[in-house]
């Protein structure tokens, strides 16, 4: 079963940075990793889930929605089985949980929840003005 960790939220200050990581597991060498894109999504209590990054399998490919463009980048070490984001000039509208999750295939196409087999139990992220 696989299973997703996150780590590396915390609180700061509007203008600071924060790195996420997701360290997944129970990945199998037929069934890797690195043959899925990964999302990053974030939710505010009483909110939806908001798409924020992907990255496709291979880590040459990555998208991102207009509110964090510019100010963060998804990457992926596939050799440790961990995805990253990391995330600057942060704003308190960032307030939020921030969720890893696997997508079902290996390039990412748009965001429809179902579509993710796996989900951490995500990392929270405050930014103070």
């Known amino acids: 079963e696989v299973q997703l960790v996150e780590s590396g939220g915390g609180s700061v200050q509007s203008g600071g940075s924060l790195r996420l990581s997701c360290k997944a597991s129970?990945?199998?060498?037929?069934?890797?990793?690195?043959?899925?894109?990964m999302c990053w999504v974030r939710q505010v209590p009483g909110a939806g889930l908001e798409w924020v990054s992907a990255?496709?399998?291979?880590?040459?490919?990555?998208e991102y929605a207009d509110f964090v463009e510019g100010r963060s980048t998804i990457s992926r070490d596939n050799t440790k089985n961990t995805l990253y984001l990391q995330m600057n000039s942060l704003k308190p509208e960032d307030t939020a949980r921030y969720y890893c999750?696997?997508?079902?295939?290996?390039?990412?196409?748009?965001?429809?929840?179902?579509?993710?087999?796996?989900w951490g139990q995500g990392t929270q992220v405050t930014v103070s003005s």
């Open positions: 999750a696997k997508y079902s295939g290996s390039i990412y196409y748009s965001f429809i929840p179902t579509d993710f087999a796996s």
């Open positions: 129970g990945f199998t060498s037929l069934d890797a990793f690195s043959d899925y894109a």
């Open positions: 990255i496709n399998a291979g880590g040459s490919s990555a």
